[in-house]
């Protein structure tokens, strides 16, 4: 049964949540009793080496992935408690995505793009709140354009307001920025802050960019599929002494 979240309740909560890969030999942990809590209208960076265990946390928080043992609870839904038809819809609902690849459709436009997953979902596009993403993310007057015909930031803008056009209880960020020069790099993850401080949104992106995780309100580091520690009010510097720090550089 789907449950709608109060403002109290986490957006997502791990708990216990173990995952391994393969069997018997070669079987390879990857999460080891992970809990985690994220809040409503918060910027949560997860960072660790590789081999952490962060692009398994972040499939298992979105439902990409259905842990071993233990609970992932999103917006008040057990996702254990549902079919795989369930999960697909509040995957498509409640959830939004910004890969590095950034996952456009080449022969949409900006605009069918942006609401391609509106369209699945069979549900008819706000568009007063389209627009405001749109103007959000700095594209309103590109919405006709393909996306061959974007740079890179643009592409990513793209991916972001697809995020953020279902209105999700939650956005996941996979490395956002992977693919972006330096300059274009900091204007996406200050949009991603933006919409976090100005639209409440919540977002949790997984890098190894302390630049990138100085943007968040706070960054949570992984160590061998656990919890390690976490800073409040990160700067890159104090991200990267914090790394340092852990041996995990």
């Given at each position: 049964m789907?449950?709608?979240?109060?403002?109290?309740?986490?957006?997502?909560?791990?708990?216990?949540?173990?995952?391994?890969?393969?069997?018997?030999?070669?079987?390879?942990?990857?999460?080891?009793?992970?809990?985690?809590?994220?809040?409503?209208?918060?910027?949560?960076?997860?960072?660790?080496?590789?081999?952490?265990?962060?692009?398994?946390?972040?499939?298992?928080?979105?439902?990409?992935?259905?842990?071993?043992?233990?609970?992932?609870?999103?917006?008040?839904?057990?996702?254990?408690?549902?079919?795989?038809?369930?999960?697909?819809?509040?995957?498509?609902?409640?959830?939004?995505?910004?890969?590095?690849?950034?996952?456009?459709?080449?022969?949409?436009?900006?605009?069918?793009?942006?609401?391609?997953?509106?369209?699945?979902?069979?549900?008819?596009?706000?568009?007063?709140w389209l627009h405001e993403v749109a103007e959000r993310v700095g594209l309103a007057d590109r919405m006709r354009h393909k996306p061959a015909e974007l740079s890179g930031?643009?592409?990513?803008?793209?991916?972001?307001?697809?995020a953020l056009a279902a209105r999700p209880e939650v956005v996941f960020a996979d490395e956002p920025t992977g693919a972006l020069d330096t300059r274009t790099a900091r204007q996406v993850l200050q949009l991603l802050r933006d919409v976090v401080d100005d639209l409440g949104q919540t977002v949790v992106m997984v890098t190894h960019d302390p630049v990138a995780a100085s943007y968040a309100h706070r960054v949570v580091f992984l160590a061998d599929g656990r919890y390690a520690q976490e800073l409040a009010r990160p700067t890159a510097d104090s991200v990267a002494e914090r790394m340092t720090s852990l041996g995990q550089w």
């Amino acid at each position: 049964m789907i449950v709608t979240s109060t403002e109290e309740d986490p957006v997502v909560r791990l708990d216990g949540v173990h995952k391994t890969y393969g069997k018997g030999a070669g079987a390879v942990p990857a999460l080891r009793g992970l809990t985690l809590d994220f809040a409503p209208g918060t910027f949560t960076a997860v960072m660790g080496p590789s081999g952490a265990g962060k692009s398994t946390f972040l499939h298992c928080a979105a439902g990409l992935d259905r842990p071993d043992a233990g609970s992932v609870v999103l917006g008040g839904t057990d996702l254990a408690s549902l079919s795989e038809v369930e999960l697909t819809l509040l995957r498509r609902e409640r959830v939004g995505f910004v890969f590095q690849a950034y996952n456009l459709m080449t022969a949409l436009s900006v605009a069918d793009n942006i609401t391609l997953p509106l369209m699945l979902a069979d549900r008819r596009p706000d568009r007063s709140w389209l627009h405001e993403v749109a103007e959000r993310v700095g594209l309103a007057d590109r919405m006709r354009h393909k996306p061959a015909e974007l740079s890179g930031g643009q592409q990513q803008r793209v991916a972001i307001a697809r995020a953020l056009a279902a209105r999700p209880e939650v956005v996941f960020a996979d490395e956002p920025t992977g693919a972006l020069d330096t300059r274009t790099a900091r204007q996406v993850l200050q949009l991603l802050r933006d919409v976090v401080d100005d639209l409440g949104q919540t977002v949790v992106m997984v890098t190894h960019d302390p630049v990138a995780a100085s943007y968040a309100h706070r960054v949570v580091f992984l160590a061998d599929g656990r919890y390690a520690q976490e800073l409040a009010r990160p700067t890159a510097d104090s991200v990267a002494e914090r790394m340092t720090s852990l041996g995990q550089w």
